[in-house]
């Protein structure tokens, strides 16, 4: 069969290939929902799986310690299985970091392979992972255009006021040693979708959005475009997450590490793995969890709530001072599409911006639903539910369908 992107068959995988798992989601062109999704997890370990969400059903594969190559195999063979494989003509990678080379989502070759390789050592974690999942994807399916979408490349608008450290210039000019910005994918398509909501003018105004979930950043949209966000040169900066501290004075790690002996790799370690949610209310990294603590009276859950919505509202306020008008904060990603009460702390605090809760709007937002939490509509405070596959995929299309009207190849 001669099917193109454009037919109503084709169909688009995207891949999310992490350190030791893997999500993977399978669109037809036509259609938002998913037909597949699903996640391979502990990968290169004896108990490794995949399993796969199909029509509300849900099946697992025991991997028996395949790694990356060995899920994406079995992937491929599910899709064979289902009739699918034929029909796949695009598959779409996410890549965490693009540094300062990718402004926007590439259709990969053996140059950009080379170029996100060259990223590698502001990511050491991801883009690896993320490059054994475009290898292997290249192997098993050669003949198929193939996309990359970076999470770093919404951001490369930002002005150089908003990206440079006050460092010695020296590091950004060796080291590549700036502010990047990650969740770039998630603001773009949460962008996008409150200029429509809110029928906003393309040309003319301004959003921060704050996208929740277990890793938190919120930004600053400009007409379209980030001028400013919270994460840096890595996700660590900014707002509190889940296990990842966000911003701390320098000088408190210089001083845990000279009463407590720990070195870079331990601070490190604390930061993106035991502080945050966790570390705050020495409980849970989860939200949901520490709504239930809280309301029983855990004190620690209590105040890491409080830490988190404070620290929040201090950022949407700074963030404001980046934009020429302020048209709404969004809120998105796990808690912010369905925690009531984070949205009514952090919504107490912007006052000062003119925004003020509509607590009944509030408590009934939640489960996917789009809409008004705020009385306020100049500027409001809004819920949008993000969907980082279906934008990874509207690209793996878009660079997809330039190959099919014009002939090129990739590889
Ligand atoms: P994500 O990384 O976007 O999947 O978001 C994960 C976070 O969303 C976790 O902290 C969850 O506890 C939180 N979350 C999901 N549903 C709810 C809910 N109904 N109320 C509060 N937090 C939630």
Redo the contacts with the bound molecule.
Sequence with gaps: MDLSIATPHALILVINCGSSSLKFALYSAARREPLLVGLAERLGAPESSIRFDLDGARSLVKLEGAAHAGALAALLEQLQKLGWLKNVCAVGHRVVHGGEHFTASALITPAIINDIEACCPLAPLHNPANLLGIRAMLEGMPNIPQVAVFDTAFHQTMPVAAYLYALPRRYQRELGVRRYGFHGTSHRYVAGEAERFLELDPADHGLVIAH????CSATAVKNGASVDTTMGLTPLEGLVM?TRSGDVDFGALCYIAQHTGLDLAGLDSMLNKESG?LGLSELS?????L?AAAAEGHQGAAEAIAVFTHRLARHIGGLAMSLSRLDAVVFT???G???S??RKLTIARLGVLGIDLDPVANDQM?GGKSGFVSRSRQPAAIVIP?DEEWMIACDTIALAEIITTTGLSTL
């Design positions: 929740l979930g277990n890793g889940g949610l990294n989860d939200c949901r969890t709504e990603g796990g808690i599409e369905n925690s009460l984070i939640k993000t």
